[in-house]
């Protein structure tokens, strides 16, 4: 199954893009959803035109791939702001809220370790949420 690696960012605009790092894809949307469902749309669309003009295409679209999609720290932090805040993402992460905070805004870029740190913190929040009952 062929892998692809797309990253999704938030514009000055405040649209979101999402694009293929490595294939001709891409697309726009108002939310990160809508930016991946218009790229889904234009992969579809793709395939339909080749096909009807006979032209080829890359075989993977026919077959089964899967798309990873990887934010930048700013625009993470933002689509998930309504839901994890700088305070409590500081608590999970060992970063402090200010400095989250100026990730979110832009101020400043996370250096790899501490790109590191924050994703290890979702992950494992990702995690200890799975395996909840109620």
Known sequence: MKKIEAIIE???DGEYSVYCVDEMFSGMGAT???AKA?????MKH?????KEDNYKYPAWLDG???IVYKFDAQSLLQYYAGIITPAALGRLSGISSKQLWSYMHGHSKPREAQRQK???ALHK?????V???L
Request: with cysteine.
């Open 46 to 50: 793709y395939v339909e035109s080749c």
């Open 64 to 66: 089964e791939y899967t």
């Open 38 to 42: 218009d790229m889904l749309g234009a």
């Open 10 to 12: 938030k514009n000055a």
């Open 125 to 129: 929040l990702g995690h200890e949420l």
């Open 118 to 120: 924050i994703e290890a």
């Open 131 to 133: 395996t909840i009952s």
């Open 32 to 34: 990160a959803e809508e």
